[in-house]
């Protein structure tokens, strides 16, 4: 790829260009030269209105479908949606047929983004079959590409499997992933346990049920040692547990939803299952506190938490209805009407230093172009027409949205809407 991004705003807090606008010249996919006025002989230019650029997005938790539930999302078009959404690494989760817990599924996910903007990075199960009782080949599948290890939306019951997990990951330095949710105190609960849930008549969910598992687990990641990244909490309480765990200087981090960040339980007041999402949408106590996490550096990265689901497993009664909505495309749009440019950046960037080491904004010279393509201006509303995924359940339908992504470019390649 040889192409010169033409007149474009940087947005990278930890380089001398943040906010400088600035022409990117691209030779064979890397970066060549980044200066105010470069000559564009011979080479193809790329210019967008309003253009702003940053190091390339990654989401930390994606789900697809495939292998074994194709009709929600295939990798193919689901890593075209990401990148279409400006995303350039996704970390996908093992939540297929057949779970990802073996080195053959993780390289088989691999092999199927060879071509792809995008990059795939897959997460491979803690347990096999996420079924918590046995360890799973974490060794095996770090060796074929796995960044991490975790079970999705599945909390690890069993303590000492959870201790085992954590001693044994440190030879060979890899993040154990820990979902966190007691299922004895969620019992039958669907939504936030509050007035909206007391007023609408639905089973509520304490967050108790997060922050006593949050809890048990920093126990023993102080016991232990080793990485532990606590996804998607959704408390003040959980914030104030992860901000102490820091403070000791354990070695944790933890992610939040956007739609978390967007949206409170004032939204099921209508019964519609499209905001059904587990942990549920909390209230806007804890709305602000997760804001307020995000600010200061408790919480260190954002997810869309993309979860697609067929028709048949959403458009039923509120109780029966499976949990999650899709994300990816409107991730960036939403996050603007609540968050700064800066620390949107910052925290949709910040995946890549936790699972892969890199840092957030990574601008140099004679490094692989890895860059996502937006404007933070002008505002819009969500509609069907913006979904590129095969399911459509997203709880941001109608939703005010600010920016735009065009597109990204990795790998070698661009990738426009």
Request: some cysteine; overall charge negative.
């Amino acid at each position: 790829m040889d192409l010169l991004i033409k007149d474009a705003i940087i947005i990278a807090p930890e380089t001398a260009h943040h906010h400088k606008k600035v022409s990117v010249r691209i030779v064979n996919g890397n970066i060549a030269e980044i200066n105010e006025n470069i000559a564009a002989e011979g080479m193809e230019i790329l210019t967008l209105p309003d253009l702003h650029i940053s190091s390339g997005w990654m989401d930390s938790s994606v789900s697809f479908g495939e292998p074994g539930f194709e009709e929600r999302e295939t990798l193919s078009n689901g890593l075209d949606t990401a990148a279409k959404s400006g995303f350039t690494h996704i970390a996908l989760q093992p939540n297929t047929q057949p779970v990802v817990d073996n080195q053959t599924l993780v390289s088989f996910v691999k092999n199927k983004a060879f071509d792809k903007a995008t990059t795939l990075l897959p997460i491979g199960a803690f347990s096999k079959q996420q079924q918590g009782e046995d360890l799973a080949e974490m060794y095996d599948m770090k060796n074929a590409g796995a960044i991490a290890f975790g079970d999705y939306k599945k909390s690890i019951a069993n303590a000492n499997l959870l201790k085992i997990g954590l001693q044994y990951t440190q030879d060979f330095d890899a993040t154990v992933i820990a979902y966190c949710n007691d299922a004895s105190i969620k019992g039958k609960g669907v939504v936030h346990e509050g007035e909206v849930s007391t007023r609408l008549g639905l089973k509520g969910i304490p967050t108790l049920a997060e922050e006593v598992v949050l809890a048990r687990n920093l126990f023993l990641l102080e016991y232990t040692g080793g990485k532990l990244h606590i996804p998607t909490i959704s408390s003040a309480k959980s914030v104030s547990l992860i901000r102490e765990a820091k403070n000791k200087g354990l070695q944790v981090s933890c992610s939040v939803a956007v739609h978390q960040l967007v949206l409170t339980d004032e939204v099921l007041e209508e019964f519609d299952t499209r905001y059904k999402v587990n942990p549920p949408i909390r209230n806007e106590f804890h709305r602000q506190a997760l804001i307020e996490g995000v600010l200061d550096g408790t919480i260190d990265c954002i997810t869309s938490d993309h979860q697609p689901l067929d028709i048949e497993h959403k458009k039923m009664e509120f109780d029966l209805a499976k949990d999650g909505t899709i994300g990816l495309e409107s991730a960036f749009g939403t996050l603007l009407t609540v968050l700064p440019l800066d620390v949107v950046i910052e925290k949709l960037t910040a995946a890549k230093k936790i699972f892969l080491n890199t840092p957030e904004d990574l601008f140099e010279i004679n490094k692989p172009a890895c860059i996502t393509l937006f404007t933070p201006h002008g505002e819009s509303i969500f509609t069907k027409e913006n979904i590129y995924s095969k399911s459509k359940n997203s709880a941001f339908l109608n939703q005010k949205m600010k920016g735009k992504v065009y597109g990204i470019i990795n790998n070698g390649i661009l990738n426009l809407k």
